[in-house]
């Protein structure tokens, strides 16, 4: 296995009054290779998850084990050279006083020493260039452009590069798509197919949009309320569409649809 989650519980505020169960007794195998997309309502962990294998914060409870390593105790920067990740908003994956060249530097050298040498060397901007010449929005040009001078949708596809830049061993996106207009946020998704499919990376992404879910990877995870609720996976993703799943849910958890904020179709 990849990714190993044993009887993972995480509280938030413990001992007192807007004390929060985030995450309860959750355990959870990914293997090597697999893209596991996680729905659920608003407060349902999802994020929480994807924070506790990163490291932002420990567990109260349980262990973390990244490709055979148990790294439940490591803090943020230690996992940072095994995690690519990509958050909601695209401004929090780049600096934007940097160049583009400068930004794709850092990220290559993700959990490496980093001595007093040439920041980007001449081999370095020559495979950004073949990198980003990929994603056809003509930044293989722009090396020397500061990144605060990009678009919403080209900062979060130079973030999708930055992240599997130094191949990771796991790739966590956390709604990677919902601060961006539609069809921005398609062809962030189809970035995203080619490089994870490309480069066959073990990946974790957070959505609420239901037809993302289906449509996106080989595994399914509902959670709600901490725990999760519904784990599907091969040929009976395939098959599921939106209201099978929706149906499947309410029979699972009826008071999840009591809102219609519950998910995105």
Known sequence: MMLELIKITKYFHRGSVNEVLALHDISLDVGRGDFVSIIGSNGAGKSTLLNCVAGCFFPDQGVIVLDQRDVSKWPEFKRAALIGRVFQDPLLGTCASMSIEQNLALALRRGRRRG??????????????????????????????????????????????????????????????????????????????????????????????????????????????????????????????????????????????????????
């Open 116 to 265: 007093l040498g040439r920041g980007v060397r001449f081999e370095d901007r020559e495979m950004f260039r073949e990198k980003l010449t990929h994603l056809d929005l003509g930044l293989e040009n722009r090396l020397q452009d500061t990144v605060g001078l990009l678009s919403g949708g080209q900062r979060q596809a130079l973030t999708m590069v930055m992240a599997t830049l130094a191949r990771p061993e796991i790739l966590l996106l956390d709604e990677h798509t919902a601060a961006l207009d539609p069809k921005t946020g398609q062809q962030i998704l189809d970035l995203t197919q080619r490089l994870v499919e490309g480069m066959g990376l073990t990946t974790l992404m957070v959505t609420h949009n239901m037809h993302q879910a289906l449509r996106m990877g080989n595994r399914l995870i509902m959670m709600h309320r901490g725990e999760v609720i519904l784990d599907i996976a091969g040929q009976e993703k395939a098959r599921l569409q939106v209201d099978d799943l929706l149906a499947r849910f309410y029979t699972l958890k009826k008071e999840a649809f009591s809102s219609d904020k519950m998910l995105l179709v």
